[in-house]
Antibody, heavy 121, light 107 residues
Framework: EVQLLESGGGLVQAGGSLRLSCAAS????????MNWVRQAPGKGLEWISG????????HYADSVKGRFTISRDNSKNTLYLQMNSLRAEDTAVYYC??????????????WGQGTLVTVSS | EIVLTQSPGTLSLSPGERATLSCRAS???????LAWYQQKPGQAPRLLIY???SRVTGIPDRFSGSGSGTDFTLTISRLEPEDFAVYYC????????FGQGTKLEIK
């Protein structure tokens, strides 16, 4: 059974940093592209970043480019999101999501339960 | 960036009725790379449809997708009580973008 478990969320001041983690199990992590999707309170879904299985290829939404960095440690089956220069508008539940195909730019069959990031201004 | 616009924002229907949800793209979505998700309060989204028309294994056949180019539709033929939720479309042909969602509520 595929499981994705996010952690690292919390309350941080504007301008601060936070690192999210997503522990994966139940599939061959190194063969699977991974993504981060966020959802502000009461709002819709926003894809923010993706990374290939090897980690060689990364992609970002304009809203986070230059501030957030996605990475992965395939030896630990863990995905990361380093978030710097946080703003109030980054307040959201952050989900890690994986495609069933394993390929980049394919839909997300598997989702974690999400971790809440709150940025106070 | 491809912008997806979903309509209506809210759809009020009764169980047993047919629901038709629309997703319009600002430019053509390549290879019909359009997916639909269902999200219930406090839960992560669930993938329903991919490549515009293909149903995920285990999704009831009352859910169907159609469309191509810039216009896509999710149809729920006969609403069950558990179908009332928020639905999102997503294009994955050029990066990823989501629509703003349609809330399907009980009338």
């Amino acid at each position: 059974e595929v499981q994705l478990l996010e952690s690292g969320g919390g309350l941080v001041q504007a301008g601060g940093s936070l690192r999210l983690s997503c522990a994966a199990s139940g599939f061959t992590f190194s063969n699977c592209a991974m993504n981060w999707v966020r959802q502000a309170p009461g709002k819709g879904l926003e894809w923010i970043s993706g990374i290939s299985g090897s980690g060689d290829s990364t992609h970002y939404a304009d809203s986070v480019k230059g501030r957030f960095t996605i990475s992965r440690d395939n030896s630990k089956n863990t995905l990361y999101l380093q978030m710097n220069s946080l703003r109030a508008e980054d307040t959201a539940v952050y989900y890690c999501a994986a495609p069933g195909s394993g390929y980049e730019f394919t839909p997300f069959d598997f989702w974690g339960q999400g971790t809440l990031v709150t940025v106070s201004s | 960036e491809i912008v997806l616009t979903q309509s209506p924002g809210t759809l009020s229907l009764s169980p047993g009725e047919r629901a038709t949800l629309s997703c319009r793209a600002s430019q053509s979505v390549s290879s019909r790379k359009l997916a639909w998700y269902q999200q219930k309060p406090g839960q992560a989204p669930r993938l329903l449809i991919y490549y515009a028309v293909s149903r995920v294994t285990g999704i009831p056949d009352r859910f169907s997708g159609s469309g191509s180019g810039t216009d896509f539709t999710l149809t729920i033929s006969r609403l069950e009580p558990e179908d009332f939720a928020v639905y999102y479309c997503q294009q994955y042909g050029t990066s990823h973008t989501f629509g703003q969602g349609t809330k399907l509520e009980i009338k």
